[in-house]
């Protein structure tokens, strides 16, 4: 693995800690689809774990308790069979199924964020709806580390604070990756090759959560997000390419 490996990995991993540290984290899987353009999909999600578990344990700690314990309970526990569906699914596909799938997920995940959420906000969702939630963000997680926007959408209906949503946030995906390390273990996404990675990488995840919580109270969101759309639209469609072709 040359150089520019090394730069595409580092640059990722310097987006995906900014993204945990300063801007909830939702979009911190556009690192993993940049790296399933040029690697195998389920080493890119492999060596990407260890790293955000890293981020989410660098996160929680500011955030401790200020997270809404049934919306989160709802969440996790929905997320765990979410988890092990993903687990099922990946066991029986190939690599360019994953790449269509990284990449619809990533044209989707923008799309869904152009469409107005005041009708999402305006209501109460259920816990049972947190169950479903819960379980749509565990899949989507496990095969992409994208499991933000099913989260997001039952976060948005219970009417949360800034605070409460992004702790809430913190600490949900904090567990349901930790839970994912198991079967990933089990599918062998982790290698001495992997983990060495992992343990280079690890600078720069904490480096660019710190950036992230600095950026937080500098940089608009309106840029952030704007030219994290940009990026992950382009990243979508060339996966999808990829794969049909």
């Known amino acids: 693995m040359g150089v520019q490996f090394f730069v595409i990995l580092s640059l990722a991993v310097l987006f995906a800690g900014i993204s945990k540290g300063g801007f909830g984290g939702g979009v911190a899987f556009v690192s993993s689809a940049i790296l399933a353009i ?121 009417k949360f604070d800034k605070t409460t949503y992004h702790a809430t946030a913190v600490v949900v995906f904090w567990v349901i990756n930790a839970i994912k390390a198991v079967p990933y273990g089990f599918l062998g996404f982790f290698t001495w090759e992997t983990l060495k990675l992992d343990l280079y990488m690890t600078p720069f995840a904490l480096i660019g959560v710190y950036i992230g919580v600095k950026a937080h109270h500098m940089v608009s969101d309106r840029l952030f997000f704007g030219l994290t759309y940009a990026l992950l639209a382009a990243t979508g469609v060339k996966l999808i390419w990829d794969s049909l072709t």
């Not at 700690?61 to 526990?77: E, H, N, T």
């Not at 765990?80 to 990946?90: E, H, L, Q, R, T």
Request: glycine share 12%.
């Open 38 to 158: 040029i690697l195998p999909p389920t080493m890119a999600v492999g060596i990407m774990l260890p790293l955000l578990m890293v981020m989410d344990v660098a996160c929680v700690g500011p955030f401790w308790k200020r997270w809404d314990v049934q919306a989160s309970w709802a969440l996790i526990l929905g997320g765990i069979p979410g988890v092990v569906a993903g687990a099922v699914f990946i066991s029986y596909t190939n690599d360019d199924v994953l790449r269509f799938l990284i990449g619809l997920i990533s044209v989707g995940f923008v799309v869904w964020s152009l469409l107005p959420k005041s009708a999402v906000a305006a209501r109460r969702f259920s816990r049972r709806v947190g169950y479903g939630a819960g379980f749509v963000s565990g899949f989507t997680s496990f095969v992409s580390h994208a499991g933000g926007p099913p989260a997001a959408i039952y976060m948005l209906g219970q």
